[in-house]
């Protein structure tokens, strides 16, 4: 049998550049080895979202056109969405009880994420809801509901995959082994930083170039970039490790990057062109992912159908996964 990878996103908004090396290309290639199933987080999303409903609704659609554009394959893949599988919500239940509030508290990811809105909306926007919370638990009931074996996400969300590994334990001890303690697997460039200098590129912080942005909106995020305040004439040396553009070209420009930086550290390359030649390589890799898009975009019903097969595929394994916990917790009253 075929190992499983379960992995996927909120749709609160379009996938970005750090998706994309984070999590993104390892889906693609991963998928002809194993058994994949990507879901769309619409419950997840409404944790911290559930006032602006049609945001999610929204980007349901464009999560799954991001997917498919990067190259995620109907025909190898199931792509889903998560309000359509009850079993996920029925374990959510279960599973509540082998977790304890201090716990979830202190759940690194959860913790960031806290305190980041209240940075935004104060201690009172900020405060947290028993759904958002529980959002791990949620997380491993999706994992746990495929018994999938790894689960290919950024780096930030290492603390969720550890979270679920221990609740598998938990409920492994108590009702008998069923469960499967999941593996993470980060991609290439764990985190992304942004072009702006922020330790991450996230919607959220406004510093995300989509997959979806056309060349010119990629260029002009790169014209902003930081870079070494230091150099302010075109031939001055500079220090391209603590550029931001710089950076881009260690992950983006890998056969030129070397000479990025001498001719950088020489003062014989302004910023200008760097930015341009960096903004050229990036537009290159996105140009075929970007095309498919357009397709998509055009063909929106094709994409629902997708969803819709996807889906129909995901509940074959979930409802077989809920018998078998409802069976081992015995609450399996009329077979
Ligand atoms: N937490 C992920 C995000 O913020 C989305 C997600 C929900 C997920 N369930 C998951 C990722 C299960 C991997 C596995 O994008
Ligand atoms: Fe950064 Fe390039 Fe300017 Fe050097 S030349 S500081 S790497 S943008």
Do not use: W
Not at 85 to 106: D, G, H, K, M
Not at 232 to 237: A, F, G, H, L, N
């Amino acid at each position: 049998m075929r190992k499983r990878i379960l992995t996927g996103d909120r749709p609160t908004g379009k996938l970005h550049l750090g998706h994309y090396v984070g999590s993104l290309l390892n889906r693609t290639k991963l998928q002809d080895d194993y058994e994949t199933y990507v879901l769309i987080a619409d419950v997840q999303a409404l944790t911290d979202n559930f006032n602006t409903p049609e945001k999610v609704r929204q980007n349901v659609l464009e999560v799954a056109m991001d997917n498919l554009s990067v190259g995620v394959d109907p025909n190898k893949s199931n792509i889903y969405i998560q309000s359509l599988i009850p079993e996920v919500a029925e374990l959510t239940v279960f599973y509540s009880n082998l977790v304890t509030i201090s716990r979830l508290q202190r759940n690194p990811t959860v913790k960031t994420e806290i305190a980041q809105k209240k940075a935004l909306f104060g201690e009172d926007g900020g405060s947290v809801t028993y759904g958002f919370l529980g959002y791990p638990v949620s997380q491993a009931a999706d994992i746990t509901a495929f018994n999938a074996d790894l689960v290919p996400v950024g780096e930030d969300q290492l603390p969720l995959i550890e979270q679920c590994r221990e609740i598998v334990r938990k409920f492994n001890s108590l009702y008998g082994n069923v469960l499967k303690e999941p593996q993470a697997l980060v991609g290439e460039v764990a985190r992304l930083k942004g072009l702006d200098g922020n330790t991450k590129m996230g919607k959220s912080l406004g510093n995300a170039i989509y997959l979806s942005d056309t060349d010119d909106e990629t260029y002009e995020k790169i014209r902003n970039a930081v870079t070494d305040p230091k150099k302010i004439r075109k031939d001055d040396p500079a220090d391209p490790y603590i550029c931001m553009v710089g950076y881009y070209h260690s992950i983006f420009s890998k056969p030129e990057y070397e000479q990025v930086c001498e001719e950088c550290k020489a003062g014989k390359r302004g910023c200008v062109d760097c930015k341009k030649q960096l903004a050229k390589n990036i537009n290159s890799e996105l140009a075929q992912i970007r095309e498919k898009r357009r397709y998509y975009e055009q063909h929106q019903s094709e994409v629902k159908d997708i969803l819709a097969q996807g889906t129909k595929n995901a509940r074959i394994i979930t409802s077989q996964t809920l018998r078998n916990v409802k069976e081992a917790m015995k609450i399996d009253y009329f077979k």
